[in-house]
């Protein structure tokens, strides 16, 4: 009763001095909340995006036919997982030809044959504004690509021939859900009933035919469902999966966008926790006799504390709903900073994103604000402890010895901060490693902090006073410098930290988001057809960007001599697992721009004596090293290869084709080889189609991968997520920013009266400004320095261990670091002290 | 009743030790009106402290009612205190960021009462405050700052008083005014009211007195008194086992 | 030591080449499963001193086939295995090229001396019949033209014999290679015993590529 009384008058009289506490936790929260839902919405979209590619949430599908075994344990695990839709596809690539024998064209499709179920999520548009329904299938009826069309010389309403029977050409698809994307595609699709597929004859014993249940279950359910099925059928001909691909990149690249918002997330709530913690000190400070006049009257330190608590969990609660208000506001203006992209075909599958507060990322925020407050004040709210009525009678400073409670709180508050930062990077090591390198960093600080009082103490015989006096305020016992160094040195830490993170993050992201980057890949190119193929490409009125073409050849690895591995025989390397699978080797003489050598010479020029270069990642788990000898099967024929170098490719920007082994030129050159070609398309869908029609129909044995598609959705998902990436960049400068006044802000409070005693002994305003701000320009420019510097680790830390991007250093953020955090310690030091300045000393040493 | 039995304290001041109060044996019987007089430095707010365990002597201990309150930790102090112990500073030492009314009432609720806020208002009315009692701090005057302190003190019927210059920092008619309510109090209440004072004329208007300098006990009047007696440090005939 | 080198210690021993594709190379299987290995265990226990080469390359068509049979061909070769056309049915390539390329080859290795040994591949029933039937007669029109010994279907016995097939209903299990083996054998035996007992063909050293 007396607490709950206590507190709320306590927060009554101070709210505004806590003002500042509280906007502290509001912007960290607010900055939690937003990336939070911001991914969520996106991640949201983009799963429901997936559920649309694959049109189901769960596929289970078999190259044989269904036995009834099968089927009867599917239907069991489907009800079980309350599955509510389900639907047969039956998939068969099939020669088709138009039925009027004169025209003589025959066409490979792809056909899908599908019940009136289909499909269970997204819609099937058509061209030419018609409406899909399933009974414009029945009665052989047939909805077809584009590309059919051209290929074939026919028309809607025409009849082609599929196996054995004429079926009807009864509309043109714009837009198919379920279609597999980025797949290997042998033509264009053809929709076909499936009642009607039977009678075609495509099905008989040694048919090639995918049948594919598509199922929708409870998003809960689609994991284990999958997982239950995989268990069932382990060593079966059928094979279930999830609309997710779990192992896919775009998949990783929302882990790193998430881990590393998650991240940010957290470093403005522990901005905002040393803001907490500083005001508490000073508040607890100010409230020194209110404090003893309290305890004279009967209450216990305890009843205290917990008046305090009280008020710091109101205010941070307080501060956490208004955290959430100002996410609400800034997801909600999201849009309006979104331009459209790429409007064509799939760019605006994620244009219905629904910005919004998610439920989770709210909940979050606030049990984050709030139990941050806690955290942050528990230790300096301990002090009250101490504080004896006695010095009510008589003044006196309260010395305690070591303080075991204390220390406690000081352990139990740490192992809390690991396990909030482990959860919110949902990692220990990486909770484990941000605390360490925090409490590195503030040991650091501290230490600095002491070395540059003994550094600068020769300064003390300055001829200038307000030099010789900022010496002498950095090096008095119990000022301030610890406090700042330790505040403002966090604190550029993390800004700088961020800052040169999100510059690596969004390279990274836009290394894939790169508009040349290939969304088209030739497969099986031979020899004599290379130069015709390169001819094809380079004609300029196909419209495709420009292509290399790779010559690649197949090898197995059957025996390995070097220095830590010895295999002698094929049967050897078997037992070293994947070392014995075939690998696409290639040969060039130069390294491609997403490679680096990490050990030994690249070669140039061509030799007859072989050697290799070995992707870094297969030569540390093979154990293989520079100068050791790998031995070949290449086509029958048996090539010994040395190792001269060890290459690190980075796989994300794999344009050139990644390869585990690249051989020097000169060996393979006059082997048996074909070539493939990663390429830009034509952008034009009508122009994609007719490039893919004409370059099978002159090069009939060339395969073409179209993943346009799924770029382009991948695209627009990544543009969003760094749009969250840059509004949080923006968010931790802010609310850093905002944290670095405040610490330096706080130490105002011892800083005005010493300034007032100045003054009334006659030094003048200019003076004392002069004083200041060399002491604050000193104490910036350090902490900016070592803060930068420990961004460096952090950044090189975080890039490798908990994002998995090669490190990079931008100089430039750390040098206006160091120049920006001296110059706002500086100037904050001297303005906040801007009322001491101006107004008569009396007042505020009567104040004090 | 207080009773003191071989009560010292000595501080430390850098490096030198310095004794603010010799050994002391003295009882003042429950309902005595005590001055403690002496000029600055004499150790007499040093020996109210100990009396209220805000203070914890060097050595002797410290009765309240017959409990040793040195053998009190700071919980056990701070309800002894909260039950047993009105004080009432030079300084007023209001919160500031609580009304008149709270102030009152805050030892009230930390004693647990329902009707804490009822009852500081009639402490407010017994004080001569009940148009004041939404104001804060910085809003009245010395002397109704130090009734509002008295209030407090009163408010969970303590059966001892105890003020440290409770005039000191009041023109003379404020002053008067407090004295006045002290006094109607200790009679009206039988409090036990030790009034710590370096004011002869107020001194006078106690039962008993105790008159310190240096901390050494150089007169008492109306009470027993067992200590060092003498005058500028002559040693004199110490009863208490420590010197 | 490994060994050996590249272009050094030659084998000496006349050869039966395998021209194929992953149906050869054993996708999916230990080489010693696939059913050229097999078959040169099978001739070690003739007594037939011939070594089998393994030239299938997974994912290779016939015009793969095409441009590496000069290098294939190369040494002392006796027989081929000519085993190619199943990458062209799963992909339905144009059956003329499937001729074209297939004749090419059969043409380079009797024009170096070496008996041609054709398989047939059937393209699977999707396709349609014009396709598969289409398919078929490319093979037995060759057989005939060029007069070459011919296996029907080299996955006679083995297609659509679930027992007999990986996952993937395409390459066939060690199982299944030893169905081939067995199916191929007695038209390998006796031709491999004639072949020992010729001279060294003399159509070595022609250009590579």
């Not at chain 1, 344009?655 to 493939?676: E, K, N, S």
């Not at chain 2, 130090?146 to 407090?152: D, E, H, I, P, S």
Request: with cysteine; proline share 5%; aromatic share 6%.
């Amino acid at each position: 009763m007396f607490v709950i009384r206590m507190a709320v008058r306590e927060t009554r009289a101070s709210w505004r001095r806590l003002l500042f506490f509280f906007i502290c936790i509001a912007v960290g929260v607010a900055a939690i909340v937003t990336l939070r839902s911001v991914i969520q919405s996106v991640r949201e979209v983009f799963g429901q995006e997936a559920r649309n590619l694959v049109a189901a949430d769960v596929l289970i599908s078999t190259t044989r036919n269904w036995t009834p075994e099968a089927r009867a344990t599917i239907e069991r695990r489907l009800a079980a997982a309350n599955a509510d839709a389900r639907t047969d596809t039956v998939e068969t690539p099939t020669m088709v030809r138009p039925q009027d024998t004169a025209k003589t064209k025959t066409r490979m499709a792809e056909l899908r044959a599908i019940g009136p179920e289909f499909p269970l999520y997204g819609t099937m548009t058509l061209e030419d504004g018609q409406t899909y329904r399933h009974e414009m299938l029945k009665d052989r009826g047939a909805l077809v690509r584009p590309e059919l069309l051209t290929a074939l010389d026919v028309k809607v309403g025409d009849a082609i021939v599929i196996g054995q029977l004429p079926f009807t050409i009864r509309g043109v698809i714009a837009n198919e859900p379920g279609r597999r994307v980025g797949d290997f595609s042998l033509g264009p699709r053809i929709m076909i009933d499936i009642a009607d597929v039977e009678t075609t004859g495509l099905l008989a014993a040694g048919s090639r035919v995918r049948r594919v249940l598509l199922v929708r279950v409870p998003e809960r359910e689609v994991r284990p469902l999958v997982r239950q099925l995989r268990d069932d059928f382990k060593n079966q001909f059928v094979n279930a999966r999830s609309f997710r691909s779990d192992d896919d990149e775009i998949g990783r690249d929302f882990d790193r966008a998430e881990n590393y918002l998650s991240l940010v997330g957290l470093v403005i709530v522990i901005l905002g926790g040393i803001a907490v913690s500083s005001v508490t000190r000073v508040f607890v400070l100010q409230k020194i006799r209110p404090i003893a006049v309290l305890k004279c009257v009967g209450a216990r330190s305890g009843q205290i504390i917990a008046v305090y608590l009280l008020q710091v969990l109101t205010l941070g609660l307080a501060g956490s709903l208004l955290g959430l208000l100002l996410a609400r506001g800034a997801v909600a203006s999201i849009p309006y900073f979104v331009p459209p992209i790429d409007t064509s075909s799939a760019g605006t599958l994620l244009s219905e994103v629904n910005y919004g507060v998610t439920w989770s990322a709210a909940a979050q925020g606030l049990g984050i604000g709030a139990l941050v407050s806690l955290l942050f004040s528990i230790v300096p709210l301990l002090q009250v402890r101490f504080i004896k009525p006695s010095l009510l009678l008589r003044d006196e400073t309260s010395t305690a010895g070591f303080d075991w409670t204390r220390a406690v709180a000081v352990t139990l508050v740490g192992a809390a901060l690991v396990a909030l930062t482990a959860w919110q990077a949902a990692s220990w090591t990486v909770g484990l490693a941000v605390c360490a390198g925090f409490a590195g960093l503030a040991v650091i600080l501290v230490f600095v902090g002491r070395l540059l009082v003994s550094v600068v103490a020769p300064l003390s015989n300055a001829r200038s006073f307000p030099l010789r006096h900022a010496v002498l305020h950095l090096s008095r016992p119990g000022n301030q410098t610890r406090v700042i160094l330790l505040a403002v040195g966090l604190g550029a830490f993390f800004i700088v930290g961020v800052r040169s993170l999100q510059g690596s993050l969004l390279e990274e992201l836009s290394m894939q988001m790169s508009e040349d980057s290939p969304d088209m890949f030739l497969m099986d190119i031979q020899r004599e057809q290379a130069d015709g193929v390169r001819a094809f490409l380079a004609d300029p009125a196909r419209g495709a960007g420009p292509a290399k073409l790779i010559p690649v050849l197949r090898a197995r690895v059957t025996g390995v001599e070097g220095r830590e591995t010895q295999l002698e025989s094929f049967e050897d390397v078997r037992a070293r697992g994947s070392l014995a699978r075939e690998y696409t080797v290639t040969y060039r003489d130069q390294l491609e721009a997403n490679e680096t050598v990490v050990e030994g010479r690249f070669w140039s020029g061509p030799a007859t004596e072989p050697e290799i270069s070995v992707e870094q990642d297969l030569a540390e788990r093979f154990n293989l090293n520079v100068g050791d000898l790998v031995r070949f099967d290449l086509l029958g024929r048996t090539i010994i290869a040395r190792i001269t170098s060890l290459r690190e490719v980075d796989w994300r920007d794999s344009r050139a084709g990644g390869f585990m082994f690249v051989f020097r030129p000169g060996v393979l050159d006059q082997l048996p080889q074909w070539y493939i070609a990663p390429l830009k398309g034509p952008p034009d869908v009508q122009a994609r189609a007719r490039f893919q029609h004409d370059l099978v129909a002159r090069f009939g044995n060339v395969s073409v991968i179209d993943f346009r598609d799924i770029l382009l959705t991948i695209r627009d998902a990544m543009s969003k997520v760094t749009l969250a990436i840059s509004v949080v960049g923006a968010l931790v400068l802010f609310s850093g920013g905002l944290i670095l006044i405040g610490a330096v802000a706080m130490t105002k409070f011892q800083r005005v009266y010493e300034a007032a005693v100045f003054k009334t002994l006659g030094a003048s305003t200019g003076t004392i400004a002069r004083m200041l701000l060399f002491e604050y320009g000193v104490l910036g420019a350090l902490a900016g320095l070592v803060g930068s510097l420990g961004a460096v680790a952090l950044t090189w830390g975080v890039s490798r261990f908990a994002l998995d991007i090669p490190w990079r250093v931008f100089a430039g953020e750390h040098l206006a670091g160091v120049a920006l955090t001296a110059i706002l310690v500086a100037a904050i030091g001297v303005l906040s002290s801007y009322d001491v300045l101006r107004h008569k000393p009396l007042m505020t040493l009567r104040a004090e | 009743m207080i009773a003191l039995t071989n009560v010292s304290k000595t501080v430390t001041s850098g490096s030198q030790p310095l004794t603010i109060l010799h050994p002391l044996t003295v009882t003042i019987p429950a309902g005595t009106f005590i001055a403690v007089v002496g000029p600055s430095g004499s150790g007499k707010s040093t020996l109210l402290g100990l009396i209220a365990g805000l203070d914890a002597p060097t050595s002797g201990s410290v009765a309240i009612d017959g409990t040793d309150i040195t053998k009190l930790d700071e919980d056990g102090l701070a309800k002894l205190r909260g039950e047993k112990i009105g004080f009432v500073f030079q300084f007023f030492h209001l919160i500031p960021s609580l009304t008149a009314l709270e102030n009152v009432s805050v030892p009230l609720e930390i004693a647990g009462a329902a009707d804490a806020t009822d009852r500081a208002r009639g402490l407010l009315q017994e004080v001569g405050l009940t148009g004041r009692a939404h104001h804060y701090p910085s809003q009245l005057s010395g002397g109704e700052q130090q009734r509002v302190a008295l209030a407090r003190a009163l408010a969970n019927n303590p059966p001892i008083l105890l003020a440290d210059e409770p005039t000191g920092n009041l023109d003379s008619a404020n002053g008067r005014h407090i004295m006045d309510l002290l006094q109607n109090i200790h009679s009206a209440r039988r409090t036990t009211l030790a009034l710590v004072t370096h004011d002869r004329e107020l001194a006078a208007l106690a039962d008993a007195r105790l008159v310190l300098r240096d901390g050494h006990v150089v007169e008492h009047v109306g009470v027993d008194v067992v200590a060092s007696r003498s005058v500028a440090g002559s040693g004199g005939q110490a009863v208490a086992g420590a010197s | 030591m490994l060994s050996p080198p590249v272009k050094s210690a030659p084998d000496h021993r006349p050869r039966l080449v395998v021209l194929g594709d992953s149906l050869t190379a054993g996708l999916g299987l230990d080489v010693k499963d696939a059913y050229p290995t097999l078959l040169q265990q099978k001739l070690h226990a003739a007594g037939i001193d011939l070594r089998v080469v393994n030239a299938g390359i997974s994912g290779d068509t016939s015009a793969g086939g095409l441009s590496r049979v000069d290098l294939a061909l190369e040494g002392d070769v006796r027989l081929m295995l000519l085993a190619l056309g199943g990458n062209d049915a799963l992909r339905a390539l144009p059956v003329e090229e499937l001729r074209r390329n297939l004749s090419t080859i059969i043409e380079r290795a009797q024009a170096r001396g070496v008996t041609v040994i054709l398989a047939g591949m059937e393209a699977p029933p999707n396709f349609g019949q014009d396709y598969t039937a289409a398919f078929r007669e490319v093979y037995m029109s060759l057989a005939e033209q060029y007069k070459v010994p011919f296996v029907p279907f080299l996955l006679h016995g083995v297609a659509g014999v679930d027992r007999l097939n990986q996952p993937d209903g395409i390459h066939p299990t060690a199982e299944g290679a030893r169905v081939i083996a067995d199916h191929v054998w007695p038209i390998i035996e006796p031709l491999a015993r004639v072949a020992t007992a010729r001279k060294p063909s003399g159509a070595r050293g022609a250009p590579r590529g």
